[in-house]
C-alpha cells in the first residue's frame, strides 16, 4: 500500500511563512508527477503547484510568486514553501502522486496536513 505522509503544518500570522513535506513510500516517485492541492472548508478541492517528472511546474494563480515546489527524488520527497500567507491560504493541504503510463494509472493522495494563516 502507499503511503504519502505530509507534515509542516500549522498556525501562521498573516504575511508568514511554511514549508510543507510530503513523504511518499513508493519505488515510482522519481518518474511521477507530484503535486499540493488544497480544500478549504465548504469548497471543493483545488490544484495548487504541480511539479512533473520532467521538472516542469505548474501554479495556480492566487498562489504564483509566494509559493514554490520542489522534489528530492533521493528522499522520495516533495515540498511546498509557503511565503507570504494571507488568510485565504487558510485550508487541508494534500499531497498527491500521479503517473501515467499506457492504460495504467497511479493516483495517490496524502491524509491531509491543515494550514491556518490568522492573526
Known amino acids: 500500500q502507499v503511503q504519502l505522509v505530509e507534515s509542516g503544518g500549522g498556525r501562521v500570522q498573516p504575511g508568514g511563512s511554511l514549508r510543507l513535506s510530503c513523504a511518499a513510500d513508493?519505488?515510482?516517485?522519481?518518474?511521477?508527477?507530484m503535486g499540493w492541492y488544497r480544500q478549504a472548508p465548504g469548497k471543493q478541492r483545488d490544484m495548487v503547484a504541480v511539479?512533473?517528472?520532467?521538472?516542469?511546474?505548474t501554479y495556480a494563480d492566487s498562489v504564483k510568486g509566494r509559493f514554490t515546489i520542489s522534489r528530492d527524488n533521493a528522499k522520495k520527497t516533495v515540498y511546498l514553501q509557503m511565503n507570504s500567507l494571507k488568510p485565504e491560504d487558510t485550508a487541508v493541504y494534500y499531497c498527491?502522486?500521479?503517473?501515467?503510463?499506457?492504460?495504467?494509472?497511479?493516483?495517490?493522495w496524502g491524509q491531509g496536513t491543515q494550514v491556518t494563516v490568522s492573526s
Open positions: 513508493v519505488s515510482i516517485f522519481s518518474i511521477s508527477d
Open positions: 498527491n502522486l500521479r503517473r501515467d503510463y499506457l492504460s495504467l494509472v497511479w493516483d495517490y
Open positions: 511539479l512533473t517528472s520532467g521538472g516542469s511546474t
